[in-house]
């Protein structure tokens, strides 16, 4: 976590070239130990009467899995997620902007390099627009479906 994502960039970029697997490593690299420590972290402070709860009951181990696991493991998930994908937007961006003739980043180049204001300012407008209708559009509605336990009842 502590190496920057352009060190991995130049990495990438020295062994895969300009193509796709540059941007896909990078992204990969950057975002993987935010989502598996937020993971770890989920599976780790589940309290202990809960599995007891569950076993007590006699709840095979898929229904316990399903049910009482993975519920709380997504509590910790979706934050990280939310992360990632801001974090992987950057990452792509960047990693388009210097090693691809394709995509967001490099027509984010192409209009810096013909120091057209408008054009620049209207990809960055829409690269945020789209994450953050990734995120309250497509996240939010799966994490409020997974989540209801978390609502109060009536």
């Known amino acids: 976590m502590g190496t920057p994502p352009i060190a991995w960039l130049v990495l990438a970029m020295l062994w895969f070239g300009s193509g796709d697997g540059t941007p896909v490593f990078t992204v990969f690299i950057a975002c993987f130990p935010v989502v598996f420590a937020s993971a770890l ?24 899995v399903w049910d009482v696991y993975l519920p ?11 992360v990632a994908l801001g974090s992987a937007w950057r990452v792509v961006v960047m990693a388009e902007l210097l090693s691809s003739s394709a995509g967001v980043g490099a027509a984010l180049a192409a209009s810096r390099a013909q120091l057209d204001m408008p054009a620049t300012l209207a990809w960055i407008g829409a690269v945020v627009l789209l994450l953050l209708a990734l995120e309250y559009l497509v996240l939010e509605p799966i994490k409020r479906e997974i989540e209801r336990w978390r609502e109060p009842a009536p």
């Open 41 to 64: 972290q989920g599976a780790r402070t589940l309290e202990a009467h809960w599995r007891e709860l569950a076993q007590g009951y006699g709840l095979r181990w898929r229904d316990r």
């Open 72 to 82: 709380h493991v997504l509590s910790y998930l979706f934050p990280a997620w939310v």
